[in-house]
């Protein structure tokens, strides 16, 4: 930067010295009898070239040097110190007013060239940044000039969109090369221009060359180049976007239809707790229609209690977690309800954006459960007074669930039982064994009741006989899909019957000896008899 200066300040100071020189070598050698009242002529136009291409400051220094020989003389390289007359006076302070004046003049014309050549500059890049802008715009721009209607210039795009080259545009009117589907369109859209003075997104269809159409987006405004009205118009092609419109609008209703159908409350809450979906059903719990569901605030709908009592849940779901829980909730109408309560963030780019709120009414599933759970528990307690185990026996799975009745009867513990067919089958006595799963097997098929009894084999090498009952459950199809049975223990009842069964078998054998001694006591009586007679 230091060299550039430098270089700069030796150019203009070797100019200044040249255009002094020449004027003086030819006042000494060409003009030496110049009077000295017109020997600042020489010397103006070196002072101009010095002040227009060096400046002001070396213009008013070139004046200052121009004094001395002006002052002094010049003959004939010799300095001659002479008295001034008044005519040379005046002549001296004539040459130094005009050298200023010359001086002041150029500075400003130089200035005034500065200031042209940055406007020019400015005007140059303003142009460039217009073509520019007028032509990378992705949309088509055209200008056309109010007075007749005519258009006077086009970017590339639009070239690109309407399919006419720029020749085949400019200096027509939209209607010659027919722009418009519609001609009422184009009036209606005249008008706007007419009455507002300009236009924001215009939607209509516009035709290409090919005769194609399509949606299209146009934005007007009416703008003034030199010194006449015109408008500038860009039209964007919004086909793809209509159509994105329409099919956003099918899957909207295509949802709205599904979640409305849905036995179900459904909602999207944002992050500030501000209602922006739900359902049909979720609207109709609180008394509502949907449009007055949107915007509403969370704790307005709820009331404090309720949202201070789910905000726990939301706590965690704007921590990132899945949050289901069950709820007791009193509807707008005082009705009791039982509800199960799915709370799903929306993570966004790792930030929770709100939640969705999927709500289902167990109400009638609650009162069947809690019935259930009332039978169950007095079968439970029914079975327990009775000894009776209780087993579920899933096919497929090969898994079997006990009662803790059952590791009783089988004389085990729960940390015994892993839960398999085969561990069961493995506490049957081996001589039952495979009586026993054949049974299991003609069941599970249809083609017998389960209806057994078998002896089971305790670790500790007793042996007790159980009675079994089962009852298989189908499919639509008549596949199996469980069998549930109860187990009793009826080794005291067995041991009865074969206590029965040998007293009785010991009463026949007596019966028998007794009627063997009456009839040995018979015949001897009769053998009696006949020695009595025969005496």
Known sequence: MDKNRHREILKKSLITVSCLFIPATVQMFLLPSIEISNFWILFCPAIIIVAYYC???YGLVATCIVCVPVLFGLHFLKFALFLPSKSSLLGFGLFIFNCLLIVIIIKKLRQEKVKADVIADKEARLKEYYELLF????????????????????????????????????????????????????????????????????????????????????????????????????????????????????????????????????????????????????????????????????????????FERNKPHIDKVFDGQKEDFERLLVKHDGDIRYTWAHYIPNIQYGIVKGFYVLVTDITELKRTENA????????????????????????????????????ALYGITHDGFVGAYETWMNGVHPDDKERN?????????????????????????????????AMVQRNEFGNALNMIGTNWDITDQKQTEERLVQNSEQLIKKNKELDQALMNAEIAFAKANEKTIEA
């Open 372 to 407: 259930l759970q009332k039978l169950s528990t007095r079968l439970m307690l029914a079975a327990k007074a009775g000894g009776v185990g209780v087993w579920d026996y899933n096919p497929e799975t090969n898994r079997l669930f006990w009662d803790a009745q059952m590791y």
């Open 135 to 306: 032509n990378i715009n992705p949309d088509a721009v055209t200008i056309t000039r109010i007075s007749d209607g005519l258009i006077v210039e086009v970017n590339n795009n639009c070239s690109k969109l309407f399919g006419y080259e720029r020749n085949e545009i400019v200096g027509k009117n939209t209607l010659d090369i027919h722009l418009w589907k519609e001609k009422a369109e184009r009036i209606r859209f005249v008008q706007l221009i007419h009455e507002n003075g300009g236009c924001e997104g215009f939607e209509t269809i516009l035709c290409r060359k090919d005769g194609t159409l399509f949606s299209a987006l146009i934005s007007v405004s009416v703008v003034t180049i030199n010194g006449e009205a015109h408008i500038l118009a860009v039209t964007r092609d919004i086909t793809e976007r209509k159509y994105a419109e329409v099919v956003s609008k099918k899957q909207e209703d295509f949802l709205r239809i599904l979640t409305d159908n849905i036995p179900g409350m459904i909602a999207y809450w944002n992050s500030d707790y501000i209602c922006e979906f739900s359902n049909e059903a979720y609207s109709e719990w609180y008394n509502k229609t949907q449009d007055d569901m949107i915007g509403i605030g969370m704790k307005d709908l709820m009331g404090e209690e309720l």
């Open 55 to 57: 400046g002001f400051l």
């Open 437 to 469: 799963a054949d049974e299991i097997q003609k069941a599970l098929r249809g083609e017998k009741d389960y209806d057994t009894e078998f002896r089971v084999l305790w670790p500790d090498g007793s042996v007790h006989s159980i009675r079994a009952l």
